[in-house]
């Protein structure tokens, strides 16, 4: 089944959401669900500083100019190097469950993108090509050599461009419930079909220029707990102290524009993707178990021998509903 026919279907699309309480129960979000409550709206100055909720991990925040821009990352362990590369609407806390273990046989770093927590939000620079740069720079600058790079949601199509545009660079590769942009995007529907549960309509809604900082800014929780409810199979996974925290790095017009800017530049990522070949390097791809095609046909397609893990019992979030499993994956994989 090709993208196309995974995301128009009603079955396939109804799969892909029923990853909390029920269809039902997920339809009802836009008016029971998600209200504007005193803890939506919260002042989000209590929240912790990246270097506090480093420490709790026992891993050190720090940033690094590179490519133009100033990137914020986590890191901490020893070994090989592992890059962690996560995506919206969230930062490099995402990765919190999984940091401590990968730790034990790799020294880890935790991006926060171009645009992300603790990263600058220049006017542009979203497009994947620049961002792996980003990425790129940052490798260098700390001396790390050949790293391995795991990418979830935007941050797995960072990585990928980064294999394609600096192959000399990555190692192995895991992609986590994400494939780079390419020409199935434009397949893409945005009414959805009666009972449909679920439709991606943040795609359309960050193409929109300066509304979405204006309804968004001080108010992203609403947004987090949206998100949370469609595509988390456990909603105790990502905590009100995590989504807190989440909601906080997207507080600011700034931030809310700049991850926008990951998808206003689809367009460019999907031409660059035209040109590049098929990736020959370690791949692996973890899926969410309801929608595992979502992933797996663009793999077929730009990878030439890819492996592909469905994580049973997880919505989109992996790390932070399955990490024991995410974890397991990884370090097999890795330590090959």
């Not at 959805?192 to 800014?217: D, I, K, S, T």
């Amino acid at each position: 089944m090709d993208r196309r026919a995974l995301l128009t279907s009603g079955l396939a699309t109804a799969a892909l959401a029923a990853t909390g309480p029920s269809a039902t129960a997920l339809a009802d979000t836009s008016s029971a669900d998600i209200s504007l409550t005193d803890t939506a709206l919260a002042d989000t100055a209590g929240t912790p500083s990246d270097a506090a909720l480093a420490r709790s991990l026992g891993f050190r925040s720090a940033h690094a100019e590179v490519n133009g821009t100033r990137l914020h990352y986590v890191t901490g362990g020893e070994g090989p190097p592992l890059v962690l590369l996560g995506g919206w609407p969230q930062t490099w806390w995402q990765f919190r469950k999984i940091m401590p273990p990968l730790a034990r046989r790799h020294r880890v770093v935790a991006v926060d993108l171009r645009g992300m927590g603790g990263s600058a939000t220049p006017a542009g620079g979203y497009d994947k090509r620049t961002m792996a740069r980003d990425v790129l720079e940052l490798v260098r600058e700390l001396g790390l050599g050949r790293v391995d790079v795991a990418g979830h949601d935007i941050g797995a199509m960072v990585g990928h461009s980064l294999a394609a545009n600096h192959p000399g660079a990555v190692r192995g590769l895991a992609l986590l419930d994400v494939a780079h942009p390419d020409e199935s995007m434009y397949d893409l529907t945005l009414v959805p079909r009666p009972g449909q549960p679920l439709f991606l309509w943040w795609f359309a809604f960050n193409q929109v220029r300066a509304l979405p900082e204006q309804l968004l800014a001080g108010r992203y929780r609403l947004l987090v707990d949206h998100l949370c409810a469609m595509l988390l199979k456990d909603q105790g996974a990502i905590t009100d102290r995590d989504r807190a925290i989440y909601a906080a790095a997207y507080s600011s017009p700034d931030h809310v524009r700049a991850a926008n800017g990951w998808y206003q530049t689809f367009g460019q990522d999907v031409e660059d993707h035209r040109g590049y070949p098929r990736l020959a390097l370690p791949v692996l791809g973890l899926a969410n178990e309801d929608a595992p095609e979502y992933l797996a046909e663009p793999l077929r397609r730009h990878v030439v021998d890819p492996e592909l893990v469905v994580v049973r019992g997880s919505g989109h979030y992996l790390a932070e509903e399955r990490p024991e499993v995410v974890t397991r994956e990884l370090l097999a994989f890795f330590g090959r």
